[in-house]
């Protein structure tokens, strides 16, 4: 620390770690190269190739449905295809043979050759060869827990119901031990969780979809041990439920800090109880109603954070259960909130933020599970 030393040390091979720092808050300086911003301005057939445990899964899946409703031709909007896999960043390349990421491995239907693909892609484009890849569905994705690969239609499903479920305990919900549960049961009046976030001690990253870092499926039970973590798990499961969309959670909280983070995770829990991580994100909260104009908290005042997981395609199976993590680190695959309100490029000074997560009647934080009818 500070930040901007990384940058420094950086400068010769990747520039734009600095710019990153200097520019924090979306802007002009990000609006001519952000491609989701002009969808309306490309006629260019797209293969969109990304995987569930890909860092660059959010991009994959907005610039497809983007380019698939806006671009500027008909032949472009047609001409957008999306796939995928259960792999974590570059998998189908580097190893053609992989069916897995993580502690998991997927199966034998998991493989797929993806060179083949896009020999049949840009036959048909740059060669004007009719390989009839344009006949097939423009979607397919990899439905984990079936494990087996599904052509669709769009993204997001026409057929998602959006559903709510809300968390609920008695104010002990740290740790998978405590009392945090998970249902469609929309809360009354519950006693408010809280928990001590100490930047000097953040919950660690365990895979998800990062880079270098290790990456894909790892259990998540060693950080449902902390007392930094809040954890609400359903009910066993006596039926398959299919989860395949956009993932969201809405946090009401408050902070002592005047800045901090809130993050949170999707995760199956199996009937051995392994935990295995599906979705994450993470809000800060001087973003947490505009990208673009940062406001700090006021200490103590409850307020509403929106947490993006991206997205999944899951089915929990019977004897399962749907649990959410809620915690403020996930380090080193973000950076610590030092919970200041200080520049995070160059401050160094930490101090540790008292969190509480409500959820009652009047702020009833949940995890809206696009769920797909079977």
Known sequence: MPLVAWAELLEPVVRYVGDYLRHPADGPPWWAINLERRHAEIDVPMYHVSSWYDIFLHGGLANFSGLREHARTATARHAQKLIVGPWAHLFPYTNPTSTGTGDIDFGPDALISLHDLQLRWF???LRGIDTGILDEPPVKIFVMG??????????????????PWYFHSGGRANTAAG???????????????????DPDDPVPTRGGNTLILAMGVQDQRPLEARADV????SA????????????????HAASSATDTDFTAKL????????????????????YRESRESPALLTPGEVARFVIDLWATSHVFLPGHRLRVEIASSNFPRFDRNLNTGEDAATGT?????????????????HIVLPIIPR
């Open 146 to 163: 079936d494990n087996r690969w599904r052509d669709e239609r769009e993204w997001p499903l026409a057929r998602t119901r959006y559903t």
């Open 179 to 197: 009392d945090g549960g998970l249902d469609a049961r929309a809360p009354g009046e519950e006693s408010a969780d809280q928990f001590v976030y």
């Open 123 to 125: 036959d048909h484009w």
């Open 349 to 365: 000074r930490w101090q540790i933020a008292h969190q509480t997560v409500f959820h009652d009647a009047r702020y009833p934080s």
């Open 236 to 251: 066993v499961l006596t039926e398959p439920l299919e989860v395949t969309g956009p993932v969201v959670v809405t946090l």
């Open 267 to 286: 995760v199956d829990v199996r009937p051995d109880g392994y935990a295995q991580n599906l979705a994450d994100g993470i809000v800060r909260a001087r």
């Open 230 to 233: 809040l954890v609400y798990t």
